[in-house]
């Protein structure tokens, strides 16, 4: 996932833990009033107005309402500092929350996609919907968008794998929406399946995105690697460094939106122990600055200038 460069707490652009987690309470405590007002709009004007697609949107928007509580869990604890039993940090919290959350898309999908079925199944049993549950979908329409595009911007500025995972929460309520309003048209005009198959569709959407979301999740808690172009650039600013002569054997593994590095640098091998502990200080402290890296463990090694005067003779 990759997140633009801001300015923030650090002169960097790295945002610290405690801000990104205010940043998330607020965005999150925003999507809770607006999801438990949709909820219980949703679901009343669907029961009236014998709208299953209408139903099936108010439920996935309780399920935002519970990832809601899980994205609040874990931005609470998320952004505790590191202790005796966590030395690294409590950053997998948020990791932790994207799985729960993507489990949790995966539950509401399959159920909703098998209450569809059940219904298609019997076709007859379909009632006319009333029009005002084409209002409320439009509204609910609206009011999901506005909510994933302002979530969205709020991740991308605390640069938080586990926001943006809430916001595209949001934005598959905005198509679950609009797909549910298709069917309510299609049923006002004489054709009642298609609200069930609305409902089919947002079923099969909700999983997919679950799908997603957990697999992700699950990589990052196996100790997944940074992108590679992220390496590259933790490379370079090591290579950088005044001292360092080469960097080798550097191992990255994601620690919720942070990183934790371990790398081999070659400082020449005439200087002092001491001379070569300060160039690891140095560019430790150079890669904490310039990139989201939670801890650097460096490994010093000698390096060995070339002896060109016995060299092999070029051919």
């Given at each position: ?30 999507s ?19 709208s ?24 609470h ?14 950053q997998?919290f ?13 539950a ?5 996609f ?15 919907v009333?029009?005002a ?25 605390a ?68 992108d ?16 360092v ?15 934790v ?8 091998a ?17 890669v904490?600055q ?20 016995h ?5």
């Amino acid at each position: 996932m990759q997140f633009e460069d801001i300015d923030d707490d650090h002169e960097s652009g790295t945002v610290g833990q405690h801000a990104r987690a205010a940043a998330a309470t607020r965005s999150t405590w925003v999507s809770v009033v607006v999801n438990l007002l949709l909820t219980c709009t949703q679901i009343a004007v669907g029961l009236l107005s014998r709208s299953q697609g209408l139903v099936a949107d108010g439920i996935h928007s309780l399920s935002d309402l519970l990832s809601d509580g899980v994205v609040l869990f874990a931005s609470h604890h998320g952004s505790k500092d590191a202790d005796q039993d966590h030395p690294y940090g409590h950053q997998r919290f948020e990791t932790a929350a994207s799985l729960v959350i993507g489990v949790l898309l995966l539950a509401v999908g399959l159920g909703m996609f098998w209450s569809a079925l059940v219904k298609l199944e019997n076709p007859e049993a379909i009632a006319r919907v009333h029009s005002a549950a084409l209002w409320v979908a439009g509204i609910a329409l609206v009011a999901k968008e506005l909510l994933f595009r302002y979530m969205l911007a709020v991740a991308k500025r605390a640069k938080s794998s586990m926001l943006v995972a809430n916001a595209w929460h949001a934005r598959s309520d905005a198509a679950s929406s609009l797909v549910v309003g298709l069917g309510i048209v299609g049923n006002l005009l004489g054709y009642p399946l298609l609200d069930p198959i609305a409902a089919l569709v947002v079923g099969g959407m909700i999983v997919k995105m679950g799908w997603g979301f957990s697999w992700d999740a699950l990589h990052d808690l196996m100790d997944r690697a940074a992108d590679d172009q992220e390496v590259q650039a933790i490379r370079q600013t090591l290579l950088q460094t005044p001292g360092v002569k080469n960097v080798h054997d550097v191992r990255t593994r994601k620690m919720g939106d942070m990183i934790v590095v371990d790398a081999h640098l070659e400082v020449d091998a005439r200087i002092t122990v001491e001379a070569g502990h300060s160039i690891a200080v140095e560019a430790r402290a150079r890669v904490l600055q310039r990139h989201r890296v939670l801890n650097l463990m460096t490994h010093v090694d000698p390096w060995q200038a070339p002896d060109l005067d016995h060299a092999p003779p070029v051919a």
